[in-house]
């Protein structure tokens, strides 16, 4: 699976607890920087999670209609991995029931 995170600037251990889930590709996008609004939703991607107290709220409005005019899953949480946690395991949860479905 992939995801896209938007936000922090480091991600130190989340990574690892990322791959842990499922997630072999792994990109991510500070935030912090105007061109990260210019930004285009690979195609391939399965998540974007925005962590949402390193982003600011124009950017944050503008993934959330691109992730919405790509059909892909969107999850905003804090850079803490306790929060992130459980929105990723639902989201990774309906992500394996929509492919199987597909197939």
């Known amino acids: 699976m992939s995801i896209l995170l938007v936000g922090g600037d480091r991600l130190g251990n989340i990574v690892k607890r990322l791959k842990e889930n499922g997630f072999d590709d792994i990109e991510h996008i500070s935030g912090r920087k105007t061109k990260a609004r210019k ?13 949402v107290d390193f982003v600011e709220h124009e950017l944050t409005e503008m993934i959330k209609r691109q992730s919405r005019k790509c059909g892909v899953r969107i999850a905003f949480s804090k850079r803490s991995w306790a929060h992130m946690e459980g929105s990723i395991q639902e989201n990774v949860r309906e992500i394996m029931n929509a492919k199987r479905n597909c197939v």
């Open 39 to 51: 930004i285009k939703i690979p195609d391939k991607t399965d998540l974007v999670l925005v962590l």
